[in-house]
């Protein structure tokens, strides 16, 4: 049986902690009138004492250090950054969810919600009484899409770690795709909007094509050539390599892309960009007039900074991978956490 734990239960008298965080480790002990052994339990991320048989009056228990989960290594990361997604965000990441438990594989997916003034994180927290490797973590202040991203990924313990745009704009499904780009010898596939290939649709507004041509004109000038598409909000990355580019990126807006590629060139891992259907969502939070001006200040900036060599050394300390556990991984609970510190630009 299993029956609910209240802030008060007149059953037990407990002695030490009373209150609890399911991303705290716990160790206390507590007196019950009843015969047996009480045991802390989360059913889809609720409380629950459940009574077992037991010979003493008294017992100590312990749920796992926050440790223990965090240091398990995961098959795949999903990065989603979030700012003001209320209207947006379930849908596409419910279907994120089902696809990952689909694939028998161990994920996570962390949400970073970029100083949302919506029920973004509320949102992300009900799903996750409904999803246990689903995580939040909460941004103070609005920061830009680049440092939500780097926020996500810093935290991240997946093998692969794959960032995703909140609209849903490219199905999960096309992760294949770029899973057969890395399977081939790549370090970082990129989805692209603009190459050819049998049975990928790509659905743009006519305005967007047209300032994304001018703007990768400049990109190729200035930063990254050879890239055709770097702006697509649909990339997979191998661990290691995201941490280490992740460690090393300045930029907080929406340039970060291109920061991230130009690095990735620089310190000779293998880019591919690989076709992916993609379908224009409305309710984008991207100004066209003003963010495209500052990306394109934003290029000279990079461009300024990789000539002063500043992408030589890490911005944060690099993520260490623990090495992998052998037998079956117990799923993280869900958790809201705080990212890692990162320094200002």
Same mark, same amino acid.
Request: aromatic share 8%; with cysteine.
């Given at each position: 049986?299993?029956?609910?734990?209240?802030?008060?239960?007149?059953?037990?008298?407990?002695?030490?902690?009373?209150?609890?965080?399911?991303?705290?480790?716990?160790?206390?002990?507590?007196?019950?009138?009843?015969?047996?052994?009480?045991?802390?339990?989360?059913?889809?991320?609720?409380?629950?004492?459940?009574?077992?048989?037991?010979?003493?009056?008294?017992?100590?228990?312990?749920?796992?250090?926050?440790?223990?989960?965090?240091?398990?290594?995961?098959?795949?990361?999903?990065?989603?950054?979030?700012?003001?997604?209320?209207?947006?965000?379930?849908?596409?990441?419910?279907?994120?969810?089902?696809?990952?438990?689909?694939?028998?594989?161990?994920?996570?997916?962390?949400?970073?919600?970029?100083?949302?003034?919506?029920?973004?994180?509320?949102?992300?927290?009900?799903?996750?009484?409904?999803?246990?490797?689903?995580?939040?973590?909460? *941004?103070? #202040?609005?920061?830009?899409?680049?440092? @939500?991203?780097?926020? =996500?990924?810093?935290? !991240?313990? &997946?093998?692969? $770690? %794959?960032?995703?745009?909140?609209?849903?704009?490219?199905? *999960?499904? #096309?992760?294949?795709?770029?899973?057969? @780009?890395?399977?081939? =010898?790549?370090?970082? !596939?990129? &989805?692209?909007? $603009? %190459?050819?290939?049998?049975?990928?649709?790509?659905?743009?507004?006519?305005?967007?094509?047209?300032?994304?041509? @001018?703007?990768?004109?400049?990109?190729?000038?200035?930063?990254?050539?050879?890239?055709?598409?770097?702006?697509?909000?649909?990339?997979?990355?191998?661990?290691?390599?995201?941490?280490?580019?992740?460690?090393?990126?300045?930029?907080?807006?929406?340039?970060?892309?291109?920061?991230?590629?130009?690095?990735?060139?620089?310190?000779?891992?293998?880019?591919?960009?690989?076709?992916?259907?993609?379908?224009?969502?409305?309710?984008?939070?991207?100004?066209?007039?003003?963010?495209?001006?500052?990306?394109?200040?934003?290029?000279?900036?990079?461009?300024?900074?990789?000539?002063?060599?500043?992408?030589?050394?890490?911005?944060?300390?690099?993520?260490?991978?623990?090495?992998?556990?052998?037998?079956?991984?117990?799923?993280?609970?869900?958790?809201?956490?705080?990212?890692?510190?990162?320094?200002?630009?």
């Amino acid at each position: 049986m299993c029956y609910p734990l209240e802030p008060r239960t007149p059953d037990l008298a407990w002695r030490g902690t009373t209150s609890y965080s399911v991303a705290e480790a716990l160790h206390f002990d507590f007196t019950s009138p009843v015969r047996g052994t009480l045991m802390l339990t989360r059913t889809f991320g609720r409380p629950s004492v459940r009574l077992t048989a037991g010979p003493s009056f008294h017992r100590a228990w312990e749920l796992r250090v926050r440790d223990q989960f965090m240091r398990q290594n995961l098959d795949l990361t999903i990065v989603i950054p979030a700012f003001n997604e209320e209207a947006r965000l379930e849908r596409p990441l419910r279907s994120y969810l089902d696809y990952c438990r689909g694939t028998q594989r161990s994920v996570e997916v962390i949400v970073v919600d970029d100083g949302s003034r919506d029920r973004t994180s509320s949102i992300v927290e009900q799903l996750a009484d409904e999803y246990p490797e689903l995580r939040l973590i909460r *941004l103070a #202040e609005n920061r830009g899409k680049g440092y @939500a991203v780097r926020s =996500g990924v810093v935290n !991240a313990r &997946g093998d692969l $770690v %794959l960032f995703a745009d909140a609209d849903g704009a490219t199905p *999960l499904c #096309e992760l294949v795709r770029l899973e057969q @780009a890395l399977a081939a =010898g790549a370090d970082v !596939a990129i &989805g692209s909007r $603009v %190459l050819d290939a049998t049975g990928v649709t790509v659905k743009a507004r006519f305005y967007r094509r047209v300032i994304g041509r @001018a703007f990768h004109r400049l990109v190729e000038t200035l930063t990254v050539r050879d890239i055709k598409d770097t702006q697509c909000g649909f990339k997979l990355f191998r661990g290691e390599v995201a941490h280490d580019l992740f460690s090393r990126m300045r930029m907080n807006g929406f340039s970060f892309d291109v920061e991230v590629l130009m690095m990735a060139r620089r310190h000779g891992y293998r880019i591919s960009e690989v076709p992916v259907n993609w379908t224009h969502q409305p309710g984008s939070k991207v100004n066209l007039i003003i963010d495209s001006a500052r990306m394109a200040r934003d290029l000279f900036i990079i461009r300024g900074r990789y000539l002063r060599g500043e992408y030589m050394l890490p911005h944060i300390t690099p993520f260490s991978p623990p090495a992998r556990q052998s037998g079956p991984q117990r799923p993280s609970l869900p958790q809201t956490e705080a990212a890692a510190v990162i320094p200002e630009s």
